[in-house]
């Protein structure tokens, strides 16, 4: 266990439903990372938070957001979705934002879009 | 952005040292490299990072070229679980919090 918590661990959804993915990060971290991982793609930055506010943008689709809550979890909204959603979502967290810190992440949410 | 260059994939025997290469030329002089694994259907894994000198934690070393235009990973003493695929990362210069990762090294650990 990373300490960084995922869920669900598997979602099956339909073309142009949309839906919630949740990340708590392990405790003490205040920076939330999500990745997007297909098969053609490999990992994809999407977006990232610090301390609840937006820090960095990657590969994100406007019709994915994201925020993250006084909590420190964060959720990622995927809406319309799209066979080509179908990939496996990693959060990671750190300290603050920084790579020399060290990211951990969890075990990722399977998305199935059919 | 620094460009990597690692071989698609790598084998070892169990209980043997393992030494996953990877080059970077394009590395700017701060940037740091980093190397995470991503083990079979679970979330990549922090192994080390360094910047110029050679660095040895719990999991790895990471010897640094001195002209740092290439890495290697050691693995000391390989074992079944560190089957993954590894990545090299450099830091994109100055914006040293977004991981980027490329190919890796899928590395295969035969009993």
């Known amino acids: 266990d990373s300490g960084v918590t995922q869920t669900p661990k598997h979602l099956i959804t339909a073309t142009g439903q949309r839906v919630t993915l949740r990340c708590s990060p392990r405790s003490g971290d205040l920076s939330v990372y999500w990745y997007q991982q297909s098969l053609d793609q490999g990992l994809q930055f999407l977006i990232q938070?610090?301390?609840?506010?937006?820090?960095a943008k990657g590969n994100i689709l406007e019709r994915f957001s994201a925020q993250q809550f006084p909590d420190l979890h964060s959720e990622l909204n995927l809406s319309s979705l799209e066979l080509g959603d179908s990939a496996l979502y990693f959060c990671a967290s750190s300290v603050v934002p920084g790579l020399n810190y060290g990211y951990t992440f969890g075990s990722g949410t399977r998305l199935t879009v059919v | 952005d620094a460009k990597t260059t690692q071989p698609n994939s790598m084998e070892s025997n169990e209980e043997e040292p393992v030494h996953l290469p990877c080059n970077h030329s394009t590395i700017s002089g701060t940037d740091y490299i980093h190397w995470y694994r991503q083990l079979p259907s679970q979330g990549p894994e922090y192994v080390i990072h360094?910047?110029?000198s050679n660095v040895n934690n719990r999991m790895a070393s990471l010897a640094i070229a001195e002209d740092r235009k290439s890495s290697t990973l050691i693995l000391h003493r390989a074992t079944l679980r560190d089957a993954a695929v590894y990545y090299c990362i450099p830091s994109i210069g100055g914006s040293n919090y977004k991981l980027t990762f490329g190919k890796g090294t899928l590395l295969t650990v035969n009993p």
């Open positions: 360094g910047l110029t």
């Open positions: 938070y610090y301390n609840g506010e937006e820090r």
